[in-house]
């Protein structure tokens, strides 16, 4: 079994910065993909950002420039540094890993609310 628990979100002004984290823990054997998901009320959800194994990163158009993602493979953590954010950034954040253990499952975080505002 693999748990995911993230920290990180908040209420934060326009133009403010928040960063998330997620940590994977339990039976892992190594982990490809690691990214963020988000989920604004009445909406669908919707990617954010990916990283993968080797590094590669790929962005939804509305937030390059603007967010970073990375991981720390020692600690199986990924994280997504969001500067300059906008209202319409409010959402439900969920990390997502691609965990290997004789076969390679997504596992979810429970999610953590980010409202810009001001």
């Known amino acids: 079994q693999v748990q995911l628990v993230e920290s990180g979100g908040g209420l934060v002004q326009p133009g403010g910065s928040l960063r998330l984290s997620c940590a994977a823990s339990?039976?892992?054997?190594?982990?490809?993909?690691m990214g963020w998901y988000r989920q604004a009320l009445g909406k669908q959800r919707e990617l954010v950002a990916v990283i993968t194994a080797g590094g590669s990163t790929n962005y939804r158009d509305s937030v390059k420039g603007r967010f970073t993602i990375s991981r720390d493979g020692a600690k199986n953590t990924v994280y997504l540094q969001m500067n300059s954010l906008k209202p319409e950034d409010t959402a439900v954040y969920y990390c997502?890993?691609?965990?290997?253990?004789?076969?390679?499952?997504?596992?979810w975080g429970q999610g953590t609310q980010v409202t810009v505002s001001s």
């Open positions: 997502y890993v691609q965990v290997v253990y004789f076969v390679t499952r997504d596992y």
């Open positions: 339990g039976s892992i054997a190594g982990i490809k993909d």
